[in-house]
């Protein structure tokens, strides 16, 4: 039996990206297509561009990719809305990762090999190359996690990520319908309550075009509100 992957990406803006995005991810799908039920699933975030066009016009060429456009929301909210697609087309397997094609695609394999060994395998961005300030607000995040729930993590919103869609079902809920940090929450949970997860490690490299739309009063904003967040979800945690 072949398992049913869903590879999920978000994307908002990625005109410059799109295509080289697809030509990355688009192998590693038909490689482990489960009958013609696999999927690159690619959702456009409200872009001001021509992402969605271009997604539309490579579907033609591309019969396992599919483009999905909603209202903007921002990343967290489109993330969560591609784990709910794959969720409910029946999934066997959720791997997520960005549009800016900062992972590399060639270490898909080292997760996918593990992917019967554990229901998640989470990447590590070890020696992440996306500026100090980003660096910092992970460690920040990282000590916040640890305070708050009282684990312990090497990285908590790595864009690289290989979930069974069992596992995302069995906490998505825990979340509100918008949140703006899922993959934050969903490996605090996964490691809160014990599930069989591994960290690998992974290259992150520079962005490779377009615009980073998530500047530092952005992150400093979304930080804050982490602080209200983090001790809603942990008064709530068993609900």
Known sequence: MID???????????????????DNWYPIVERHDAEGSSRLVIINDGSK??????????????PLLQGLTKANGGHGDTVLFGYRYAIKNNADFIFQTDSDNQTDPREFEGFWKLHNSYDAIIGNRSKRQDGKQRVL?????????RLYF??????????????????????????????????VMFTTYF????????????????????VNSINL?????????????FHQLKKHIYD
Do not use: C
Request: glycine share 4%; proline share 6%; hydrophobic share 40%.
């Open 4 to 22: 049913k992957l869903y590879i999920i990406i978000p994307a908002y803006n990625e005109a410059s990206n799109i295509e080289k995005l697809i």
């Open 217 to 229: 009063r952005k992150i400093t904003k979304i930080g804050v509100n982490a602080l209200g967040d």
């Open 49 to 62: 561009d021509n992402t969605y066009d271009l997604i539309k016009e490579a579907e033609k060429t591309h």
């Open 137 to 145: 607000v992970e460690k920040s995040l990282l000590m916040l996690l």
């Open 150 to 183: 009282d684990v312990k993590i090497p990285d908590s919103n790595a864009p690289f990520r290989l979930m069974r869609s069992s596992l995302v079902n069995k906490y998505i809920d825990k979340l509100p319908q918008h949140y703006n940090l899922p993959n």
């Open 191 to 210: 490691a809160y309550f014990h599930e069989k997860i591994k960290f690998k490690n992974i290259t992150f490299a520079p962005r490779q075009g377009g």
